[in-house]
């Protein structure tokens, strides 16, 4: 009986297809602002090159945690034929064996290469970067130039930086602090890896107590010292951006996030951008690159539409038009002279400062290793309890390393 | 035994008083306890109805007395809606206005003496909207500022902006919107008709490439019904956005609103909009909830889908149980037939001890395989509430068998006992599943987030869940708070008109004896 009514259901949606011959391509991807540019983008490009194809696309957002709606619906066998596939959790979708391997299905030459390293793995390409961030130092001018300090720039190193902070600091009182701090691996590793940290030894394994860490981690806690650096719910802020737009923070290290969020949010603010410091002793920069990328389901029935759509939302006029919106960086290497990345104003310049963080230094994916996000969860609780005076350093470290060894062997 | 109430009475003065004050003192404390309950309940409603009107709702400390609810500042955000958009409620810059804004700057002997640098900034905030970039008025106006007066080391100034015509030809003026841009510009006139737009001066030809889709115009029509031409008189605009800075050592004393950003030690003011209206000044992050949330296919406003999707979805839950739990519990109350029991036992109190979670994937496959990812498919999976059967079931045993058993002598059937005798009296269970019900449906978060995938099929908590991702989870709070307070209006109203009905039922005098 229920065969039957499934059957005929069948039939029905057939024939119905039939009727119309039109294939839509289902994309998934995050909810927010998405929706709007992701639907902006189909209607000004690919809609008027699918017309003649009959290919209708449609975009679907995922609320709230993005990982784990993706992993239900291709679970549920109802995920669209494209989404967004974030470098970070790739391993966990490529082990279900429902994403794509796109070698030779879409060129990756024209792409920024560590964006590519970002999504693959044993050889094959799961996914094409859409777009990338990376970290850079922005800093709120008007206070540099009250406290008659110099603006940060993109010779400092970590004791420069430091030294400026203190400097500003101390010539604007309490009100004022240096920088926010917020205890997060993805603010603070950067200059791990400058220090010459490497997350994963050669049999996947953590080392927190790795002196490079050991030196990074207390530079980065070092910064809270005096309040130069303070944790951005001590001004109810919660990240570090907020810090920054209320104008009582000298800087903030961030990406090309903060970008939008200072327009609407602190529109009269006057800010700058400079690349990450170097480590002092290794001379290195070190930086994360985030990126999210254009995956095809390996279950889809349009195989070729997707393919098609996939292409056209990497092509160089969607990534040219992505980034002179002020949208996004673009994973083509080819816009790397692109006029817009010479303009003078604070969104363009903070684009330049994410653009050459990519490639100058330690660069490393944001990346949990195998075993999932939790990865993250020592290194964010030792930042935590240090920058709040509740542990000392080496004590937060070590019991880090004891719960990383727990997590690494279950 | 005489003795105690003989004394009873030579104190029955005293006791009188004492009681008297006892009374008082219990009401005095029944005040204070429900006082207390609702500071707690209600506190968090009306901080964040106050800090949904504010500019940045996140300020901290928070103030409880903001420019938005003081009526100084009202008028002159009408006074100044008029005078940009010749509305003082949605105010707004339109072509051939101009608009009056006072600044005054303290200079002191040792600071410099400089008049202050005043801009238009562009500003149109980036959540959630259509991307289409909005015309900005620092692109279409003039600004002149000149010194008014002086008093001691205070100097006051003028600041006007000028919106000057796109167009030489005079007429009729019409709103319109802009069309899909092709070689020439259209636009869709309010009945829905696409004209061709004529741009007949060189200040509105250069802006020709600079205008998109979906732009407010306000259009002049020349000619003849039949072969009438429109010209671009310009762009309206919704905000007027000001910037004011000032040197190190002056100071901003005063202008004619309040600042919505301060930077630089208080040096630098921001307004977001000068021309803000009485809804853009108080009710702004209202409007720009139902503005600003709109779909880019269709152009129509996504909060209000979103509103009415959850009126439809509680309307449909409501309707169902009603019926569906009235029906079963009466059954289950009187009727006697084989399983009754075992039905009871599995099909409402089990039914009520599984979380629903655990129904997670089998219901959505089955929903899946059915078609019904909508707000369909969310109906048919709360069709039928264990917990307003055993309500209802509960309410029925609770009435008199009395009542149908003269039903019965007068010789109706189960139906008509249940439909004609029983039904009419279970009106406060009916009311009480109802509000139930409707406020489960309205504040349902967990299945719609599963089931409904496009956006224009949302219910409002996973509407309200979209704003809070823009920036990758930096919220604009504002936004949240006036969708929150939005939608915990109808539950608010929905409780205060049916409470009374709670109490009461006319059963109990219906028997006799």
Redesign the interface.
């Known amino acids: 009986m229920r065969n039957q009514l ?1 059957l005929g ?1 069948l039939l029905l949606a057939a024939a119905s297809t039939q009727a119309a011959a039109q294939t839509t391509i289902k994309i998934n991807g ?4 998405d ?3 992701v ?2 983008l189909i ?1 000004r490009f690919v809609k008027p090159a699918l017309a003649k194809d009959k290919i209708n696309v ?1 975009y ?2 995922l ?2 945690d993005y990982n784990q709606q993706l992993t ?1 619906l291709l679970a ?1 066998g ?1 995920a669209g034929d494209v989404f967004y596939l974030p470098a970070e959790t790739l391993d966990g979708f490529v082990a279900t064996g429902k994403i794509l391997p796109l070698n030779g299905v879409v060129q990756t030459g024209p792409y920024i290469k560590s964006l590519n390293t970002a999504f693959t793995r044993g050889g094959k390409v799961y996914a094409i970067a859409k777009d990338f961030n990376t970290l850079a130092v922005e800093y709120n001018k ?1 206070l540099f130039d ?1 406290a008659k300090v110099p603006y940060p720039s993109n010779t400092d190193t970590w004791t420069s930086l430091q030294t400026k902070l203190t400097n500003v600091k101390k010539a604007l009182g309490n009100d004022y602090s240096g920088i926010c701090l917020a205890p997060d691996y993805a603010r603070m590793g950067q200059f791990a890896f400058a220090a010459g940290w490497k997350p994963f030894d050669s049999k996947g394994k953590t080392n927190l107590l790795d002196p490079a860490f050991v030196r990074a981690f207390n530079y980065f806690t070092g910064l809270a010292k005096n309040k130069v650096g303070i944790q951005p719910s001590e ?5 570090s ?2 810090c920054l737009g209320t ?1 009582k923070v000298a800087v903030a290290i961030e990406g090309n ?1 903060i970008v ?2 200072l ?8 800010y700058g951008s400079a690349l990450i410091p170097k480590d002092d002793k290794t001379g290195k920069r070190g930086n994360f690159v985030y990126t999210v990328g254009w995956a095809i389901n390996a279950g889809t029935k349009n195989k070729a539409a997707a393919t098609k759509v996939l292409n056209i939302l990497t092509s160089p006029q969607v990534q040219q038009y992505v980034l002179e ?1 002020g949208l996004a960086i673009p994973s083509r290497t080819s816009l790397s002279n692109n006029a817009f990345l010479k303009k003078t104003d604070a969104g363009a310049a903070n684009s330049k400062a994410i653009f050459d963080g990519a490639a100058d230094g330690v660069v490393r994916p944001y990346y949990f290793g195998t075993q999932g996000p939790d990865w993250i969860k020592p290194i964010n609780t030792a930042l935590a309890a240090v920058l709040s005076g509740q542990k000392s350093s080496a004590d937060a470290l070590k019991q880090a390393q004891a719960e990383m060894n727990t997590f690494q062997n279950r | 035994m005489t003795a105690v109430p003989s004394q009873r009475f030579i104190n029955a003065g005293k006791n009188e008083q004492w009681l008297a004050r006892r009374r008082w003192a219990r009401a005095g404390w029944l005040y204070l306890f429900m006082i207390v309950m609702s500071f707690f309940f209600l506190g968090p409603f009306l901080m964040g109805l106050l800090s949904s009107l504010k500019d ?1 709702p ?1 300020e ?1 400390p928070p103030r409880l007395i903001i420019p938005q609810i003081t009526g100084q500042y009202i008028s002159k955000a009408y006074s100044l809606g008029v005078q940009g958009g010749s509305d003082g409620w949605n105010g707004g810059l339109k072509p051939g206005r101009s608009v009056a804004f006072d600044v005054t700057v303290a200079s002191p002997k040792d600071a410099p003496q400089t008049a202050p640098s005043i801009i238009l ?1 562009p ?1 149109q ?8 970039r909005q015309a900005q008025a620092k692109d279409y106006t003039q600004l002149k500022t000149e010194p008014t007066g002086q008093i001691g080391d205070e100097r006051s100034y003028h600041v006007t902006v000028t919106y000057p015509l796109l167009t030489r030809h005079t007429g009729d003026v019409i709103s319109a919107k802009l069309g899909v841009p092709g070689s020439d510009l259209t636009a869709i006139l309010p009945g829905g008709q696409t004209v061709d737009v004529t741009l007949d001066t060189p200040e509105a030809q250069a802006k020709q490439y600079d205008l998109n889709e979906t732009q407010l115009v306000e259009l002049v029509r020349s000619g003849e019904a039949s072969n009438a031409k429109y010209y671009l008189r310009g762009p309206v605009f919704e905000r007027t ?1 000001l ?1 004011v ?1 000032v040197q ?1 050592g002056q100071r901003i004393v005063s202008s004619t609103l309040p600042p919505s ?5 208080d040096r ?3 307004y ?1 909009n000068i021309t803000p209206g009485v809804l853009g000044y108080t009710f702004n992050n209202y409007r720009r909830a139902f503005t600003e949330t709109t779909d ?2 269709t152009g129509s406003s996504l909060f209000l889908r979103w509103v009415l999707n959850t009126f439809l979805y509680a309307f449909l839950r409501v309707t169902a149980a009603i019926v569906f739990c009235s029906l079963a519990g009466y059954a289950l109350a009187r009727l006697s037939f084989p399983g009754k029991n075992l039905i009871f036992l599995l099909g409402v109190l089990f039914v009520q001890m599984v979380p629903s979670q655990v129904n997670l994937v089998s219901n ?2 089955l929903l ?2 059915l ?1 019904l ?1 909508n707000l369909w498919g969310l109906w048919f999976n709360g069709l039928v509430a264990a917990g307003g059967v055993f309500l209802m079931k509960q309410f029925f045993e609770g009435m008199p068998r009395e009542l149908e058993e003269s039903a019965s002598i007068d010789g109706a059937g189960p139906f008509t006992t249940f439909w004609r005798v029983m039904l009419p009296q279970a009106g406060p269970a009916l009311i009480a599943l109802s509000i139930t019900q409707f406020q489960g449906a309205w504040n349902d978060f967990f299945w719609p ?2 089931l409904l ?3 224009i099929n949302f219910v409002l908590t ?1 509407g309200l ?2 704003f ?7 919220g ?1 709070y504002g936004l949240i708070l006036a969708g929150a307070v939005l939608s915990a209006i109808p539950v608010i109203i929905v409780f205060v008109i049916f409470q009374r009905y709670f109490v009461d039922t006319g059963a109990d005098s219906a028997v006799k004896g």
């Open positions: 499934m259901l995050y909810a927010g602002q929706p709007a540019i639907g902006d209607n449609t679907e957002p609320q709230g239900t549920a109802n008007d009250e001004i109810s802020q919660d990240w951006g907020g104008g996030w939008g969020f327009k609407d949010n602190a529109p009269n603010l006057k919106q | 940045n996140n901290y900034f500003y905030p980036t959540s959630l909207v259509a991307l289409a956005p910037e800075d190190r950003d301060k930077q630089n030690f630098s003011f921001a977001r880019p296919r959505y496959v899946k395989q078609g990812l987030l599963v995938r496009n956006q996973v869940s979209n809070r991702s823009a920036y990758g989870g930096q604009d």
